[in-house]
């Protein structure tokens, strides 16, 4: 019997429509990664999911050679250093430009996302706080954006997609969604030229683009769990 290479034993545990799930699927494309990809319920979690992850018992989770690995960002640096003979470099090799590179994901993670899923999960003005947040945050990756493109970069400091491209381009389908239900403009392209236009590059990367969740299918979930927000806090 042949033996199975490193790529051969490298399982992805999770579902389409998860932007997180969405963001370590992107980076095994970018590295030429062969994985098998198990589908797991949002809604009815299976036993592997909860022994793989028992402390959060969420997706994305990557098991390598028997390996458990957990946490988007985390499985996302696991996979460039696990595979740091495979072009490109997910993670900057320049400690400078490593440390601003995990900044700004760290932002779109600490920051930038329980903003935009406070303008999905709240009403009223909560949700409009949540809204100029959300705005706010936007307008700071628009900045860090336009600091790259006069350094001559396409993307968060370089001319590839990187580490901070992922974090925030995982969630991009999720974000249009969510301003769909919501009714809200979060990505102005008067106001963030800069974000709006890496955008456009992110999406039409032919990998990229294959791997991008079913907008439809998205805007199912989101409007999902907007409905069921909604009808708990009639409820209340």
Not at 52 to 77: A, F, R, T, Y
Not at 105 to 121: C, E, H, N, Q
Not at 127 to 147: C, I, M, T, W
């Amino acid at each position: 019997m042949e033996a199975c290479t490193e790529d051969e034993r490298v399982k992805l545990l999770g579902w389409l429509r998860s932007p997180y799930v969405t963001r370590v699927r992107i980076a095994l494309a970018l590295k030429g990664i062969q994985y098998q990809f198990i589908e797991d319920d949002a809604e009815n979690k299976s036993q592997l999911l909860l022994r793989s992850n028992p402390v959060h018992k969420k997706v994305p989770v990557l098991i390598h050679n028997g390996k458990i690995v957990c946490e988007s960002m985390i499985i996302v640096q696991y996979i460039d250093e696990t595979w740091d003979t495979k072009a490109p470099n997910l993670v900057p090799k320049d400690p400078y430009d490593r440390a601003i590179a995990r900044f700004w994901a760290a932002f779109v993670d600490d920051k930038l996302a329980p903003s935009i899923w406070g303008v999905l999960m709240a009403q009223g003005e909560k949700q409009q706080k949540a809204v100029e947040e959300s705005l706010a945050n936007f307008l700071l990756l628009d900045d860090a954006l336009r600091a790259s493109s006069c350094s001559g970069n396409a993307y968060f400091g370089g001319v590839e997609i990187g580490f901070a491209d992922i974090a925030l381009g995982g969630l991009l389908v999720t974000i249009k969604a969510i301003q769909k239900v919501t009714n809200t403009v979060l990505m102005d392209p008067q106001k963030m030229p800069h974000l709006c236009a890496w955008i456009d590059r992110f999406s039409e990367i032919d990998l990229v683009k294959g791997i991008l969740p079913d907008p439809v299918k998205v805007l199912e979930r989101v409007s999902y769990l907007r409905a069921k927000f909604t009808s708990a806090m009639a409820g209340n």
